[in-house]
């Protein structure tokens, strides 16, 4: 990080930020171009471990590439707040990001399928205990990303 005087540490303060937050942008990395992808996502932190899950279908770019690149990056970024000036270059803005890498994971497991739903929707709606078909459990891809590297940086 180039602006070490805008880096948060405080792992307090992260998590927070990152519990306020409703979208993450995964990276994807597809033979030589760049994919990029917002979505809704639930994370735990553990032991000082992150771990971030989101859902889609079991089909299409982001599926396929899951399966056959693992390496992601990913950001999530909010509190944006323009600051004014004088001219043009005098404006700027508040704001707070968290980047990224890590490996991502497809799960298979039920349970786990809806351990990682119900955080998905605790993120989403404050409640976190839902019922999920088998249907629905059976159709719905749900990614696990495990974190490698974080960085969270504020304005």
């Known amino acids: 990080m ?31 171009d760049i994919y990029i992808v917002p979505v809704n996502y639930g994370y735990t ?47 700027s803005a508040r704001f707070q990001s968290v980047i990224g890498t890590g490996r991502l994971s497809l799960i298979e497991d039920l349970s786990e399928k809806r351990s990682a739903l119900d955080c998905m929707m605790k993120q989403q709606t404050g409640r976190a205990e839902w019922s999920y078909s088998g249907n629905m459990l059976g159709a719905v891809a749900v ?6 590297k974080m960085s969270c940086k504020a304005k």
């Open 2 to 32: 180039r602006r070490r005087d805008r880096e948060i540490t405080d792992i307090s303060a992260i998590e927070a930020f990152v519990a306020e937050e409703k979208i993450i942008r995964i990276a994807f990395y597809d033979d030589g």
């Open 45 to 91: 932190f553990e032991n000082g471990e992150w771990t971030f899950y989101f859902h889609g279908a079991k089909a299409g770019r982001k599926y396929e590439l899951a399966r056959s690149s693992p390496e992601v990056g990913f950001e999530i970024d909010g509190r944006y707040c323009l600051l004014e000036g004088d001219e043009a270059c005098g404006y």
């Open 143 to 148: 990614y696990c990303i495990k974190v490698d």
